[in-house]
């Protein structure tokens, strides 16, 4: 079960970036990202009032879910779409992206408690060696994308690391549809606010770019979004980042196979170290999470009033005899 999740995950998120790409070819990322959240918000926000999802939720637990939704989506999803706007490829993008399990695993041990051993630290860094490559080979094949482009991604990264955390720390647990139903609507206030403010409101008229939408909102949103925080809770903040690793392989293809993007041997290559981090970081949590041999208990010692009534009922034993 726990496979089919992650590898649905995987694919449903690395969608995300060839839907950012799709919309790419019509809207600028302001555009995408409020019509992508807007008709959702409305529809989530409908189905919780007619359920009475919104009694369960208390003012400080809104305000911590909106500040989650805020850095998950509206911080994430803006810097990965300009970032593609730019001229960064959706591949190298999900690279970057997939850097995070090395902050997340830096960080887990002092903020969460959940330390990351020797081997999984091994493969985290080989992860990040895969990550150079590939974004080395992407930056000497593209032609006028600037340097500083690719440190666009990051900011996107950390936003979604700062989220994760600070879903990892709260004591007051949420059901994923109410959770997903905040965020959705932060993200559509954002997105409105910011469109509206810069003239970017209406859409085109194209129809790839309802297609677009269409593919985000389905595959990105529930799939991969809805997804990240199920697989999160069920398998651990390290080992769900660590999936980020897998998106590049994915998404490169993708790319390849549908925008013609540059897919070099040494992209091959990186891709095919990014693939072994995983493996190194998932073997190596199978390891440490497998239960330690049980030894036998000693009996407990007995009590005065226990031993005491034992002993009465021996006597009265002994004297029916």
């Known amino acids: 079960m726990d496979f089919l999740l992650s590898a649905a995950f995987v694919l449903c998120w690395s969608s995300g970036f060839v839907g950012a790409k799709l919309g790419a070819q ?3 990322a302001v555009t ?3 019509w992508r959240f807007l008709p959702l918000a409305v529809v989530l926000a409908a189905v919780a009032a007619g359920r009475g999802w919104w009694r369960t939720l208390t003012p400080s637990t809104v305000g911590r879910q909106a500040v989650i939704g805020l850095l998950s989506q509206s911080g994430y999803l803006l810097t990965v779409y300009y970032a593609i706007q730019l001229g960064v490829s959706s591949g190298t993008t999900a690279l ?3 850097t995070q399990p090395l902050v997340a695993g830096a960080l887990a041990g002092p903020l969460l408690h959940q330390y990351v051993s020797g081997r999984q630290w091994l493969g985290l860094c080989l992860g990040l060696g895969g990550v150079a490559v590939v974004t080395t080979a992407d930056a000497g094949a593209s032609s006028g994308v600037a340097w500083w482009t690719y440190l666009i991604p990051f900011a996107g990264m950390l936003s979604l690391v700062a989220a994760t955390f600070l879903d990892q720390r709260s004591r007051t647990p949420v059901p994923p549809t109410v959770s997903m139903t905040v965020h959705c609507t932060t993200s559509a206030v954002v997105f409105t606010t910011a469109a509206l403010a810069t003239g970017a409101a209406a859409p085109p008229s194209a129809p790839s ?3 677009a939408i269409a593919w985000l909102v389905t595959l990105s949103t529930f799939g991969g979004y809805g997804l990240y925080w199920l697989v999160l809770q069920r398998s651990g903040i390290t080992r769900v980042n660590t999936l980020m690793f897998l998106m590049a392989p994915v998404t490169a293809v993708w790319g390849a196979a549908m925008f013609d993007e540059p897919f070099t041997v040494q992209t091959a290559v990186g891709l095919g170290v990014a693939l072994s981090a995983v493996a190194v970081v998932h073997t190596a949590g199978r390891k440490s999470l497998a239960p330690a ?9 007995c009590s005065a009033p226990t031993c005491l009534s034992r002993r009465r009922r021996t006597v009265s034993r002994r004297a029916d005899c």
């Not at 041999?293 to 010692?301: A, D, M, V």
């Open 26 to 28: 019509d809207a600028g």
């Open 32 to 34: 995408i990202l409020m």
């Open 96 to 98: 970057i992206d997939g």
């Open 209 to 211: 770019f309802w297609l």
């Open 293 to 301: 041999p049980s030894l036998p208990l000693p009996s407990p010692p």
